[in-house]
C-alpha cells in the first residue's frame, strides 16, 4: 500500500532507480494504492548512460521525467486465503510504456500473485 509522495525503488533494467510518485491511477480521489494498480511518477535517482549504448537510438530518462508503472511488491503485508502473511523489504515498481508493454527487457526479483495480471505474471522468474 502505497499514497502519494512515496518513494519506489525501480527493479527492472532501466536507467532509473528510484522514482516518486505524484498520481494514482483509477480515481481522481484516490489516497492509496496496492500491488497491482498503475502509478505516474517522477524519476529522482537516474544513472548516467553506460558507453556502450552510444551507437544505438535509445531513449534514456533524465532525472524529472514522467514515468508510468506498474506498482508490483509491497512492503506492507499480504494476507493469503491458507493465513499465511507475507511482505517484501521494499516498495518497488517497474516502468511501463503506454501501451502497457515493459520498458525494459529484465525484470528482478520475485512477485506476489495478488499482482492478477497475466500479462505481467509471465514475465517474472518467481512468483510466490
Request: charged share 25%; aromatic share 18%; glycine share 6%.
Amino acid at each position: 500500500m502505497i499514497f502519494k509522495k512515496t518513494w519506489l525503488s525501480v527493479s527492472d533494467n532501466t536507467n532509473v532507480r528510484w522514482v516518486q510518485t505524484f498520481h494514482l491511477y483509477k480515481g481522481f480521489f484516490r489516497k492509496s494504492t496496492k500491488p497491482g494498480f498503475f502509478i505516474k511518477s517522477s524519476a529522482r535517482v537516474v544513472e548516467p548512460p553506460r558507453l556502450e549504448y552510444k551507437g544505438f537510438k535509445f531513449k534514456f530518462n533524465k532525472k524529472g521525467d514522467i514515468c508510468r508503472g506498474l506498482f508490483i511488491r509491497s512492503s506492507y503485508p499480504s494476507f493469503k486465503n491458507d493465513g499465511s502473511v507475507f511482505y517484501f523489504f521494499k516498495n518497488h515498481t517497474v516502468l511501463i510504456k503506454k501501451r502497457q508493454d515493459v520498458k525494459s527487457k529484465y525484470l528482478y526479483g520475485p512477485v506476489s500473485t495478488n499482482l492478477k495480471r497475466k500479462k505481467f505474471l509471465t514475465l517474472f522468474k518467481s512468483i510466490l
